[in-house]
């Protein structure tokens, strides 16, 4: 059983900072990716930021130079520096990762439970 647990949410004044984290754990092989999606009230669930267990790292156009995705491999974690935040940060966080349960099989995807993040003065 794989278990994603994040922690970090919260409310916070337009261009403050968060710093959200998400530990994988349970029966784990080997994690290729991780990231962080969103998903607004009314909106459809959007790409934040990911990396890889290389250390690729990709960002939404409209988090560029604002957020900071960065992993611990050897802790299962993927940690979301967000600064500058404004209200259209507003979402629930959630945290996934592409990894596998044993050496040869497929790589599935797993997600967190989610994190509210508002941005409100």
């Known amino acids: 059983q794989v278990q994603l647990v994040e922690s970090g949410g919260g409310l916070v004044q337009p261009g403050g900072s968060l710093r959200l984290s998400c530990q994988a754990s349970g029966s784990i092989f080997s994690i290729n990716v991780m990231g962080w999606h969103r998903q607004a009230p009314g909106k459809q669930r959007e790409l934040v930021a990911t990396?890889?267990?290389?250390?690729?790292?990709n960002y939404a156009d409209s988090v560029k130079g604002r957020f900071t995705i960065s992993r611990d491999n050897a802790k299962n974690t993927v940690y979301l520096q967000m600064n500058s935040l404004r209200p259209e940060d507003t979402a629930v966080y959630y945290c996934?990762?592409?990894?596998?349960?044993?050496?040869?099989?497929?790589?599935?995807?797993?997600w967190g439970q989610g994190t509210q993040v508002t941005v409100s003065s």
């Open positions: 996934y990762a592409d990894l596998r349960l044993r050496p040869g099989v497929l790589t599935s995807d797993y």
């Open positions: 990396k890889t267990s290389g250390g690729t790292a």
